[in-house]
């Protein structure tokens, strides 16, 4: 009983972090998170939905995958996972209106790492905030394919796919962040929110950071 509440509380303390990450530093920016968070997030932007809400509604069909190919002590930390992550991501919205940090760098290194850290903490209770975290642990499972592993690829494709449409509107500025095993990826994209953030230059500079706990940071700019 210690354990499981010791679980659940870790699993909640990860979903607060991971939601304090977006609506901190992220929306300011107008950067995404990865998965069906990242969905949900660019629905925000377009219609003004609420994102917790519209994640939820979105891992239903999730959580079938999880209840017929998963345990079910995995399937109920799942569906906890997710609607602690979806209440909390709606309620720190809040926050928004409090943190104002102009250097888009400094919010995507720092939302990264917080956002990584609240992911780890989920994955260490053995739980998930649904979307492509699920698909995650199903292929860790049958696969012997990492969480990170497939999260990494299923973020890259999004974020290759709103590169190349933004390098045919040549306007782009993009953030991208890779914390715990390149698990969150935030970008702006200047043509999918109809704002111009930059112009010009085809410049393109990357940087990767490995720290102590193997979990890379990529931090991509194209002014």
Request: aromatic share 12%; net charge positive; with cysteine.
């Amino acid at each position: 009983m210690k354990k499981q509440c010791i679980r659940y509380f870790m699993t909640a303390l990860g979903c607060l972090l991971m939601a304090l990450a977006i609506n901190a530093f992220f929306v300011q920016h107008h950067f995404l998170s990865g998965g069906i968070s990242g969905v949900a997030i660019i629905l925000y932007y377009l219609t003004g939905w609420p994102p917790g809400i519209t994640s939820l509604v979105f891992n239903i069909p999730l959580f079938w995958i999880a209840w017929k190919y998963m345990s079910r002590q995995f399937f109920i930390n799942s569906v906890i996972g997710t609607v602690l992550f979806s209440l909390a991501l709606d309620g720190t919205a809040f926050v928004q209106a409090y943190v104002t940090i102009p250097d888009k760098l400094l919010c995507s290194i720092a939302g990264g790492a917080l956002g990584g850290l609240g992911s780890a903490l989920v994955y260490r209770s053995e739980a998930s905030t649904g979307g492509v975290d699920i698909l995650g642990f199903l292929t860790r499972k049958y696969y012997h394919i990492s969480v990170s592993t497939t999260n990494f690829l299923f973020d890259t494709c999004v974020m290759a796919t709103i590169f190349v449409r933004s390098v045919m509107s040549d306007s782009i500025c993009c953030r991208s962040t890779l914390p715990s095993g390149a698990h969150s990826i935030n970008f702006s994209s200047a043509p999918v929110w109809r704002q111009t953030i930059c112009h010009g230059s085809r410049s393109l500079w990357c940087s990767m950071m490995d720290t102590s706990t193997s979990s890379p940071t990529l931090t991509c700019v194209r002014p």
